[in-house]
């Protein structure tokens, strides 16, 4: 059904466009980004909704499991889930305890990216705090990248400045676009980290006028996770992203190459509200399989991830071991078992999830996981998260595309980050293989 309504969008397109070396897709990842913050005016996504109008837009945007930063943007650049890509989640699962680290290293994906495909044919690209990006062979590269102090916490500045390639580059954005920065400027806490990142964007284009490039801001997402789905916070921080697309289409326009410019502007996953978190492996230690006190000494673990927690085995060929987590989270309470559903190993392989994981829990809304062993089973919480199996509306995000190349007036009932890797390969004429998305055709003119 998907692929008849899409074939008749692309009957009904008028416009004849051609694709060649002169051709640009600028891909904006608005990290939280929701289908109603576009769709409803009370969001005050002014640009966003003007821009939507020209183009194509999407109801809702299925992802990968779990619905988490890093696997998605991953998805988005390759056009496979997790099982063949190869990042499987933000962080590393970690059963001899947390390090910090996360899966920061280009070199980690498994299968081609826009990036490889780009400079294969001899394209020009820049990414900017794009997820998975230390190492990236793109040409111009402001990786998402920080250093850990001895108590876990970010040092990004420094880590910016010896890690953005080419060597130079960091201190020609400061010269040029941002200012001196510090380590504040690179805080969470504010809105100005997005600012900042769209400015990078805008000099890359104006300067360079790459033929892709990808940018990931990512405000909206850690206000929802402070608040939940609407708040004042979150209500601010979309607005600043809507400017940053802004910003970013005056660039494309001081540059002189809006007739040749495709923008995509997407995100990774939606929001759901939490009241209260669940701690497997606390049922794992009260079972003598995990040992927080001698993280050493495990046979089982479950490695979590928002909404999203998957099971795995010091012998992965531990069928006893497997089965006794079985056991065990059926013999929870009916109360405690309603708060999640298992899924196997032949459900996590139809999904495209972690090939190494025994099995998976995907929480109920208004639930998430936590690593922790100790204490109660189900605790209280608040504010918002992602990670949820990609199966219901508030988890979904959202899609808009116009420019060069895009029909004007489409709607995309539904459709998966696995599809966009296969548009932007179409317009730059990448010949990126066979993946698991479609190419959109209602998506583009004709």
């Not at 006028?209 to 608040?227: C, G, R, S």
Request: glycine residues 10%.
């Amino acid at each position: 059904m998907k692929k008849i309504i899409f074939a008749l969008l692309a009957v009904l397109s008028l416009e004849t466009v051609t694709y060649g070396q002169d051709q640009h897709v600028v891909l904006i990842s608005i990290d939280g980004l929701r289908p109603e913050f576009y769709k409803d005016p009370t969001w005050n996504m002014v640009n966003l909704r003007q821009a939507m109008q020209e183009g194509v837009y999407a109801d809702g945007v299925d992802g990968v499991f779990p619905t988490v930063t890093y696997p998605s943007h991953t998805t988005m650049i390759t056009g496979v889930k997790p099982l063949r890509h190869g990042v499987y989640y933000n962080t590393p699962s970690e059963p001899l305890g947390a390090t910090g680290k996360w899966i920061w290293d280009y070199n980690t994906i498994k299968t081609p990216t826009l990036f490889s495909a780009a400079k294969a044919k001899g394209l020009k690209t820049a990414s900017v705090y794009w997820p998975v990006s230390f190492n990236s062979p793109a040409t111009w590269n402001f990786p998402e990248y920080w250093y850990l102090s001895d108590k876990k916490s970010r040092i990004t500045l420094k880590a910016l400045k010896e890690n953005t390639t080419p060597a130079g580059l960091y201190e020609e954005l400061e010269n040029n676009a941002l200012g001196k920065l510090e380590d504040v400027d690179f805080s969470g806490d504010y809105l100005g980290l997005d600012d900042n990142l769209a400015r990078t964007a805008c000099y890359l284009i104006r300067k360079y006028k790459p033929a892709f490039t990808a940018v990931h801001l990512v405000m909206v997402d850690h206000f929802e996770h402070e608040q939940g789905r609407d708040g004042d916070k979150v209500r601010a921080a979309v607005a600043s992203a809507d400017r940053a697309v802004k910003s970013i289409r005056e660039a494309i326009d001081m540059a002189g190459i809006t007739k040749n410019t495709t923008v995509i502007v997407t995100g990774d996953h939606g929001f759901v509200d939490i009241h209260a978190v669940v701690a497997p492996n606390v049922l794992l230690a009260k079972a003598g399989l995990y040992d927080p006190q001698q993280p050493g000494n495990w046979k089982a673990y479950f490695h979590t991830a928002g909404g999203g927690c998957f099971l795995q085995l010091k012998d992965r060929n531990d069928k006893q071991t497997r089965d006794k987590v079985m056991q065990l989270l059926k013999s929870l309470p009916v109360q405690q078992q309603q708060t999640f559903i298992i899924k196997s190993r032949e459900e996590l392989d139809a999904i495209g999830a972690d090939p190494t994981a025994a099995l998976g829990l995907a929480a109920q809304q208004g639930y998430a996981f936590t690593p922790a062993s100790t204490g109660e089973f189900i605790r209280g919480a608040k504010g918002g998260t992602h990670g949820f199996y990609p199966d219901f509306k508030e988890i979904q995000t959202g899609f808009v595309a116009f420019g060069n190349g895009i029909r004007k007036g489409g709607v995309i009932p539904q459709m998966g980050l696995v599809d966009i890797a296969p548009l932007v390969s179409k317009l730059l004429q990448l010949d990126m293989p066979a993946g698991d998305g479609l190419l959109l055709n209602g998506v583009l003119a004709k």
